[in-house]
Protein backbone atom coordinates (compact mmCIF):
# COMPACT_ATOMS: atom_id res chain seq x y z
CA UNK A 1 0.00 0.00 0.00
CA UNK A 2 2.40 2.50 1.09
CA UNK A 3 4.59 1.44 -2.36
CA UNK A 4 1.64 2.75 -4.07
CA UNK A 5 1.41 5.36 -2.40
CA UNK A 6 4.71 6.75 -3.81
CA UNK A 7 3.69 6.52 -7.28
CA UNK A 8 0.70 8.12 -6.62
CA UNK A 9 2.19 11.17 -5.17
CA UNK A 10 5.28 11.25 -7.88
CA UNK A 11 3.06 10.83 -10.63
CA UNK A 12 1.16 13.00 -9.30
CA UNK A 13 3.54 15.92 -9.05
CA UNK A 14 5.60 14.65 -12.15
CA UNK A 15 2.10 15.07 -14.23
CA UNK A 16 1.06 18.16 -12.45
CA UNK A 17 2.61 21.32 -14.36
CA UNK A 18 1.13 23.40 -11.59
CA UNK A 19 -0.39 23.30 -8.48
CA UNK A 20 -1.99 26.71 -7.85
CA UNK A 21 -1.65 28.35 -4.28
CA UNK A 22 -3.22 31.28 -3.05
CA UNK A 23 -3.03 32.97 0.39
CA UNK A 24 -0.38 34.59 2.48
CA UNK A 25 3.29 34.00 2.63
CA UNK A 26 3.10 32.11 5.73
CA UNK A 27 0.58 29.21 4.73
CA UNK A 28 2.66 29.14 1.31
CA UNK A 29 5.91 28.15 2.95
CA UNK A 30 3.90 25.60 5.60
CA UNK A 31 2.62 24.24 2.55
CA UNK A 32 6.06 23.40 1.00
CA UNK A 33 7.62 22.81 4.41
CA UNK A 34 4.60 19.86 5.26
CA UNK A 35 4.81 18.33 1.32
CA UNK A 36 8.68 18.28 1.91
CA UNK A 37 8.29 16.74 4.69
CA UNK A 38 5.75 14.37 3.44
CA UNK A 39 8.12 13.02 0.39
CA UNK A 40 11.07 12.51 2.18
CA UNK A 41 9.11 10.53 5.00
CA UNK A 42 7.87 8.34 2.22
CA UNK A 43 11.12 7.62 0.99
CA UNK A 44 12.29 6.96 4.76
CA UNK A 45 9.43 4.87 5.32
CA UNK A 46 9.64 2.67 2.36
CA UNK A 47 13.45 2.91 2.57
CA UNK A 48 13.42 3.73 -1.31
CA UNK A 49 15.28 6.00 -3.15
CA UNK A 50 12.54 8.90 -4.61
CA UNK A 51 13.22 11.31 -7.12
CA UNK A 52 10.87 13.32 -7.08
CA UNK A 53 11.86 17.18 -6.70
CA UNK A 54 8.58 19.38 -6.67
CA UNK A 55 9.67 22.64 -7.92
CA UNK A 56 7.84 26.03 -6.73
CA UNK A 57 7.25 30.01 -8.36
CA UNK A 58 5.86 32.45 -5.74
CA UNK A 59 4.92 35.62 -7.34
CA UNK A 60 3.16 38.18 -4.65
CA UNK A 61 -0.32 40.67 -5.09
CA UNK A 62 0.14 44.00 -5.53
CA UNK A 63 -1.99 46.92 -5.67
CA UNK A 64 -3.74 46.95 -9.30
CA UNK A 65 -2.12 43.32 -10.06
CA UNK A 66 -4.65 41.27 -12.17
CA UNK A 67 -4.97 37.46 -11.42
CA UNK A 68 -3.20 36.41 -15.02
CA UNK A 69 -0.26 39.20 -14.29
CA UNK A 70 0.68 37.26 -10.88
CA UNK A 71 0.11 33.75 -12.40
CA UNK A 72 2.17 34.36 -15.16
CA UNK A 73 4.90 35.72 -12.65
CA UNK A 74 5.00 32.77 -10.50
CA UNK A 75 4.91 30.45 -13.53
CA UNK A 76 8.20 32.32 -14.55
CA UNK A 77 9.54 31.77 -11.45
CA UNK A 78 8.84 28.25 -11.03
CA UNK A 79 10.42 27.29 -14.63
CA UNK A 80 13.68 29.69 -12.44
CA UNK A 81 13.28 26.84 -10.02
CA UNK A 82 13.52 23.80 -12.73
CA UNK A 83 16.60 25.37 -14.53
CA UNK A 84 18.42 25.99 -10.94
CA UNK A 85 16.97 22.92 -8.89
CA UNK A 86 16.21 25.30 -6.18
CA UNK A 87 12.79 24.53 -4.59
CA UNK A 88 11.38 27.54 -4.60
CA UNK A 89 12.13 31.12 -6.39
CA UNK A 90 10.16 34.22 -5.72
CA UNK A 91 9.73 36.42 -8.79
CA UNK A 92 10.70 39.45 -9.44
CA UNK A 93 12.05 41.50 -12.50
CA UNK A 94 15.37 40.26 -13.01
CA UNK A 95 13.80 37.07 -14.19
CA UNK A 96 12.16 39.25 -17.22
CA UNK A 97 15.56 40.75 -18.24
CA UNK A 98 18.20 37.96 -16.96
CA UNK A 99 18.57 36.31 -20.24
CA UNK A 100 18.63 38.23 -23.22
CA UNK A 101 18.61 36.58 -26.72
CA UNK A 102 21.52 37.95 -27.45
CA UNK A 103 23.97 36.99 -24.25
CA UNK A 104 22.87 33.52 -25.79
CA UNK A 105 24.27 34.54 -29.10
CA UNK A 106 27.18 35.97 -27.86
CA UNK A 107 28.43 33.12 -25.80
CA UNK A 108 27.64 30.60 -28.71
CA UNK A 109 29.74 32.83 -30.75
CA UNK A 110 32.42 32.45 -28.07
CA UNK A 111 32.32 28.89 -27.92
CA UNK A 112 32.53 28.39 -31.81
CA UNK A 113 35.40 31.24 -32.30
CA UNK A 114 37.16 29.61 -28.99
CA UNK A 115 37.52 32.30 -27.35
CA UNK A 116 37.12 30.67 -23.74
CA UNK A 117 40.61 29.73 -22.24
CA UNK A 118 41.95 27.77 -19.56
CA UNK A 119 43.92 28.86 -16.87
CA UNK A 120 45.56 27.04 -14.19
CA UNK A 121 46.34 27.67 -10.72
CA UNK A 122 48.92 25.13 -8.82
CA UNK A 123 47.76 24.04 -5.42
CA UNK A 124 51.31 23.70 -2.72
CA UNK A 125 51.17 20.71 -0.25
CA UNK A 126 52.43 22.00 2.75
CA UNK A 127 53.68 18.22 3.52
CA UNK A 128 56.04 17.40 0.36
CA UNK A 129 56.34 21.55 -0.19
CA UNK A 130 55.83 20.69 -3.62
CA UNK A 131 52.96 21.25 -6.42
CA UNK A 132 50.69 18.73 -5.95
CA UNK A 133 47.76 19.82 -8.38
CA UNK A 134 45.95 22.78 -9.66
CA UNK A 135 42.55 24.34 -10.35
CA UNK A 136 40.94 24.90 -14.63
CA UNK A 137 39.56 28.18 -13.92
CA UNK A 138 37.91 29.93 -17.34
CA UNK A 139 38.34 32.91 -19.00
CA UNK A 140 36.74 34.49 -21.60
CA UNK A 141 38.64 36.89 -23.83
CA UNK A 142 35.54 38.13 -25.47
CA UNK A 143 35.77 39.91 -29.09
CA UNK A 144 33.26 42.16 -28.30
CA UNK A 145 33.61 42.54 -24.21
CA UNK A 146 37.60 42.19 -23.54
CA UNK A 147 38.68 39.89 -21.33
CA UNK A 148 36.43 38.51 -18.73
CA UNK A 149 36.56 36.88 -15.56
CA UNK A 150 34.12 33.85 -14.44
CA UNK A 151 32.60 36.08 -12.25
CA UNK A 152 31.41 38.39 -15.28
CA UNK A 153 29.75 35.90 -17.03
CA UNK A 154 28.99 32.28 -15.52
CA UNK A 155 25.61 33.59 -14.11
CA UNK A 156 24.50 34.70 -17.74
CA UNK A 157 25.84 31.41 -19.32
CA UNK A 158 23.73 29.35 -17.03
CA UNK A 159 20.25 31.74 -16.99
CA UNK A 160 21.05 30.88 -21.05
CA UNK A 161 21.48 26.94 -20.15
CA UNK A 162 25.00 26.84 -21.85
CA UNK A 163 26.87 25.57 -18.94
CA UNK A 164 27.30 22.60 -20.05
CA UNK A 165 28.99 23.87 -23.24
CA UNK A 166 31.07 25.29 -20.96
CA UNK A 167 32.07 23.37 -18.69
CA UNK A 168 32.54 20.36 -21.22
CA UNK A 169 34.61 22.83 -23.26
CA UNK A 170 36.63 23.34 -20.76
CA UNK A 171 37.02 19.55 -19.55
CA UNK A 172 37.97 18.69 -23.32
CA UNK A 173 40.71 21.62 -22.94
CA UNK A 174 42.20 20.44 -19.85
CA UNK A 175 42.39 17.04 -21.26
CA UNK A 176 44.17 18.24 -24.38
CA UNK A 177 46.83 20.18 -22.77
CA UNK A 178 47.45 17.34 -20.41
CA UNK A 179 48.24 15.17 -23.13
CA UNK A 180 50.07 18.00 -25.56
CA UNK A 181 52.21 18.25 -21.82
CA UNK A 182 52.83 14.28 -21.49
CA UNK A 183 54.10 14.32 -25.05
CA UNK A 184 56.56 17.01 -24.63
CA UNK A 185 57.20 15.04 -21.94
CA UNK A 186 56.35 17.96 -19.27
CA UNK A 187 55.63 17.41 -15.28
CA UNK A 188 52.22 16.57 -15.00
CA UNK A 189 50.45 17.12 -11.93
CA UNK A 190 46.12 16.21 -11.47
CA UNK A 191 43.65 19.35 -12.76
CA UNK A 192 40.72 19.80 -10.88
CA UNK A 193 37.52 20.89 -12.78
CA UNK A 194 34.60 22.70 -12.18
CA UNK A 195 31.25 21.52 -12.39
CA UNK A 196 28.15 23.36 -12.49
CA UNK A 197 25.12 21.44 -10.53
CA UNK A 198 23.25 21.54 -13.82
CA UNK A 199 25.67 18.19 -14.81
CA UNK A 200 24.42 16.26 -12.39
CA UNK A 201 21.23 16.10 -13.88
CA UNK A 202 22.77 15.16 -17.62
CA UNK A 203 22.33 11.29 -17.83
CA UNK A 204 25.37 11.00 -20.10
CA UNK A 205 27.39 12.97 -17.51
CA UNK A 206 30.01 9.94 -16.76
CA UNK A 207 30.04 8.65 -20.21
CA UNK A 208 30.95 12.48 -21.70
CA UNK A 209 33.74 12.42 -19.21
CA UNK A 210 34.98 9.04 -19.95
CA UNK A 211 34.97 9.64 -23.68
CA UNK A 212 36.63 12.86 -23.49
CA UNK A 213 39.37 11.30 -20.77
CA UNK A 214 40.06 8.04 -23.02
CA UNK A 215 39.66 10.37 -26.04
CA UNK A 216 43.12 11.62 -24.98
CA UNK A 217 44.66 9.09 -23.40
CA UNK A 218 44.92 10.96 -20.37
CA UNK A 219 44.94 8.75 -17.12
CA UNK A 220 42.32 8.81 -14.87
CA UNK A 221 44.54 10.09 -11.72
CA UNK A 222 45.38 13.30 -13.36
CA UNK A 223 41.87 14.55 -13.34
CA UNK A 224 39.75 15.76 -10.03
CA UNK A 225 36.15 16.90 -10.47
CA UNK A 226 35.03 19.89 -8.15
CA UNK A 227 31.54 20.47 -7.00
CA UNK A 228 29.79 22.35 -4.64
CA UNK A 229 27.88 21.47 -1.48
CA UNK A 230 24.52 23.38 -3.15
CA UNK A 231 25.49 20.43 -6.18
CA UNK A 232 25.76 17.72 -3.70
CA UNK A 233 22.64 18.95 -1.87
CA UNK A 234 20.00 19.30 -4.32
CA UNK A 235 19.56 16.06 -5.22
CA UNK A 236 21.32 14.26 -2.44
CA UNK A 237 20.71 10.74 -3.89
CA UNK A 238 20.96 11.01 -7.57
CA UNK A 239 23.85 13.27 -6.70
CA UNK A 240 25.63 10.52 -4.38
CA UNK A 241 24.83 7.62 -7.30
CA UNK A 242 26.81 9.96 -10.11
CA UNK A 243 29.58 10.42 -7.39
CA UNK A 244 30.13 7.24 -6.68
CA UNK A 245 30.21 5.97 -10.69
CA UNK A 246 32.93 8.79 -11.05
CA UNK A 247 35.13 7.15 -7.94
CA UNK A 248 34.90 4.21 -9.43
CA UNK A 249 36.12 5.11 -12.43
CA UNK A 250 39.13 6.37 -10.66
CA UNK A 251 38.51 10.42 -10.58
CA UNK A 252 38.65 12.03 -7.63
CA UNK A 253 35.88 14.30 -6.07
CA UNK A 254 36.65 17.86 -4.02
CA UNK A 255 34.04 19.63 -2.65
CA UNK A 256 34.36 23.24 -3.43
CA UNK A 257 33.65 26.16 -1.51
CA UNK A 258 32.90 24.05 2.08
CA UNK A 259 31.26 25.98 4.60
CA UNK A 260 29.28 27.96 2.77
CA UNK A 261 26.51 26.37 1.97
CA UNK A 262 23.54 25.27 4.77
CA UNK A 263 26.17 22.85 5.54
CA UNK A 264 25.22 19.28 7.29
CA UNK A 265 27.93 17.97 8.63
CA UNK A 266 26.55 14.33 8.77
CA UNK A 267 26.03 14.27 4.92
CA UNK A 268 30.30 14.23 4.99
CA UNK A 269 29.43 10.50 6.00
CA UNK A 270 27.45 9.87 2.74
CA UNK A 271 29.20 11.90 0.16
CA UNK A 272 31.65 9.78 -1.31
CA UNK A 273 34.08 12.53 -1.51
CA UNK A 274 38.09 12.69 -1.04
CA UNK A 275 38.66 16.34 -0.64
CA UNK A 276 37.10 19.51 1.37
CA UNK A 277 38.12 22.84 -0.32
CA UNK A 278 37.46 25.29 2.76
CA UNK A 279 35.81 28.40 1.03
CA UNK A 280 38.14 31.72 0.66
CA UNK A 281 35.72 33.70 2.71
CA UNK A 282 37.06 32.10 5.74
CA UNK A 283 40.43 32.14 5.02
CA UNK A 284 39.93 35.83 4.39
CA UNK A 285 39.17 36.68 8.07
CA UNK A 286 41.69 33.62 9.52
CA UNK A 287 44.06 36.38 10.58
CA UNK A 288 41.69 39.23 12.17
CA UNK A 289 39.09 36.88 13.50
CA UNK A 290 39.51 34.75 16.62
CA UNK A 291 35.87 33.26 15.67
CA UNK A 292 37.30 32.40 12.25
CA UNK A 293 40.17 30.93 13.02
CA UNK A 294 38.66 28.62 15.30
CA UNK A 295 35.75 27.42 12.77
CA UNK A 296 39.03 26.63 10.14
CA UNK A 297 40.79 24.79 12.74
CA UNK A 298 37.81 23.01 13.66
CA UNK A 299 37.20 22.09 9.54
CA UNK A 300 40.86 21.50 9.14
CA UNK A 301 40.52 18.40 11.76
CA UNK A 302 36.75 17.37 10.85
CA UNK A 303 38.17 16.45 7.28
CA UNK A 304 41.42 14.98 8.45
CA UNK A 305 39.12 12.76 11.20
CA UNK A 306 37.40 11.88 7.89
CA UNK A 307 40.56 11.03 6.14
CA UNK A 308 40.05 13.44 3.60
CA UNK A 309 42.63 15.93 1.99
CA UNK A 310 41.67 19.64 3.22
CA UNK A 311 42.89 22.77 0.77
CA UNK A 312 42.34 25.93 1.86
CA UNK A 313 41.41 28.41 -0.90
CA UNK A 314 42.01 32.04 -1.52
CA UNK A 315 45.05 32.31 0.65
CA UNK A 316 47.12 35.53 -0.44
CA UNK A 317 49.38 36.25 2.84
CA UNK A 318 51.98 34.81 4.51
CA UNK A 319 50.09 35.26 8.01
CA UNK A 320 47.81 33.27 6.29
CA UNK A 321 50.24 30.43 5.38
CA UNK A 322 51.86 30.99 9.36
CA UNK A 323 48.07 29.47 11.03
CA UNK A 324 47.25 27.17 8.37
CA UNK A 325 50.75 25.18 8.48
CA UNK A 326 50.08 25.33 12.80
CA UNK A 327 46.53 24.10 11.86
CA UNK A 328 47.96 20.76 10.31
CA UNK A 329 46.66 21.81 6.71
CA UNK A 330 47.31 19.85 3.69
CA UNK A 331 46.94 21.78 0.74
CA UNK A 332 47.09 25.57 -0.24
CA UNK A 333 45.51 27.23 -3.28
CA UNK A 334 45.92 31.49 -3.56
CA UNK A 335 47.56 34.65 -4.80
CA UNK A 336 50.48 33.58 -2.10
CA UNK A 337 51.65 30.96 -4.18
CA UNK A 338 50.27 31.56 -7.72
CA UNK A 339 47.23 33.35 -9.27
CA UNK A 340 45.96 31.06 -11.90
CA UNK A 341 48.08 31.48 -14.96
CA UNK A 342 47.66 30.59 -19.10
CA UNK A 343 49.07 27.56 -20.10
CA UNK A 344 52.39 28.34 -20.82
CA UNK A 345 52.93 30.06 -17.81
CA UNK A 346 52.19 27.59 -15.95
CA UNK A 347 54.13 24.95 -17.33
CA UNK A 348 57.08 27.13 -16.70
CA UNK A 349 56.18 27.41 -13.46
CA UNK A 350 56.43 23.89 -12.66
CA UNK A 351 58.90 23.97 -14.21
CA UNK A 352 60.77 26.47 -12.24
CA UNK A 353 59.56 28.81 -9.01
CA UNK A 354 60.86 29.81 -5.71
CA UNK A 355 58.99 28.03 -3.54
CA UNK A 356 60.03 24.32 -4.36
CA UNK A 357 63.40 22.88 -4.17
CA UNK A 358 64.43 20.28 -6.57
CA UNK A 359 66.77 17.58 -5.12
CA UNK A 360 70.03 17.19 -7.40
CA UNK A 361 69.20 13.58 -8.44
CA UNK A 362 65.72 14.80 -9.31
CA UNK A 363 63.98 14.52 -12.12
CA UNK A 364 60.26 15.13 -13.21
CA UNK A 365 60.37 14.39 -16.51
P1 LIG B 1 36.08 28.87 -7.34
O1 LIG B 1 35.90 27.50 -7.89
O2 LIG B 1 35.88 29.06 -5.88
O3 LIG B 1 37.54 29.30 -7.80
C1 LIG B 1 38.45 29.98 -7.00
C2 LIG B 1 38.44 31.44 -7.32
O4 LIG B 1 39.22 32.13 -6.38
C3 LIG B 1 39.08 31.75 -8.68
O5 LIG B 1 38.40 32.88 -9.22
C4 LIG B 1 40.50 32.14 -8.29
O6 LIG B 1 41.13 32.97 -9.24
C5 LIG B 1 40.22 32.89 -7.02
N1 LIG B 1 41.36 32.95 -6.14
C6 LIG B 1 42.25 31.97 -5.86
N2 LIG B 1 43.17 32.38 -4.99
C7 LIG B 1 42.86 33.67 -4.69
C8 LIG B 1 43.44 34.64 -3.80
O7 LIG B 1 44.45 34.42 -3.12
N3 LIG B 1 42.86 35.87 -3.73
C9 LIG B 1 41.73 36.16 -4.48
N4 LIG B 1 41.21 37.39 -4.35
N5 LIG B 1 41.15 35.26 -5.29
C10 LIG B 1 41.72 34.01 -5.40
P2 LIG B 1 37.89 32.88 -10.70
O8 LIG B 1 38.89 32.24 -11.59
O9 LIG B 1 37.48 34.28 -10.96
O10 LIG B 1 36.64 31.93 -10.65
C11 LIG B 1 35.47 32.31 -9.99
C12 LIG B 1 34.47 31.18 -9.97
O11 LIG B 1 33.97 30.89 -11.27
C13 LIG B 1 35.07 29.86 -9.50
O12 LIG B 1 35.13 29.90 -8.11
C14 LIG B 1 34.07 28.85 -10.04
O13 LIG B 1 32.95 28.76 -9.18
C15 LIG B 1 33.60 29.52 -11.33
N6 LIG B 1 34.28 28.86 -12.45
C16 LIG B 1 35.52 29.08 -12.95
N7 LIG B 1 35.76 28.26 -14.00
C17 LIG B 1 34.65 27.50 -14.17
C18 LIG B 1 34.27 26.44 -15.10
O14 LIG B 1 35.02 26.03 -15.99
N8 LIG B 1 33.02 25.90 -14.96
C19 LIG B 1 32.16 26.33 -13.97
N9 LIG B 1 30.96 25.74 -13.89
N10 LIG B 1 32.48 27.29 -13.09
C20 LIG B 1 33.71 27.87 -13.19
CA1 LIG C 1 36.47 25.52 -7.68
CA1 LIG D 1 35.82 27.66 -4.27
Not at 69 to 89: D, G, H, M, W, Y
Request: charge should be negative; aromatic fraction near 12%; glycine fraction near 4%.
Amino acid sequence: VAKSAVAIISELIASASSILVLGTEERIRNMLEELELKIYQIAKDNEIRLFVQPYFGIAEFKKGDSFEEVFEQASLAKIQSERNFEPVTYYDESLITGTKLSDTEDIMEGIKNKEFEVYYQPKFSLNTKQFISSEALVRWNSSKYGFLNPSQFIDKVEKAGLIHEIDMYVFNRVCEDINDANRRGRRLIPVSINFSMYEFYSPTFVDDILKCVDGHNVPHNLIEIEITETTSQSNPFLCISIMKQIKEKGFRILMDDFGTGYSNFSNLRKVPIDCLKIDKSFIDDIVEDKKTREIVRFLIELGKNNELEVIAEGVDKAEQVDILRRFKLDTIQGYYYSKPLPKKDYEDFLISNKFEKKGEDEEWF
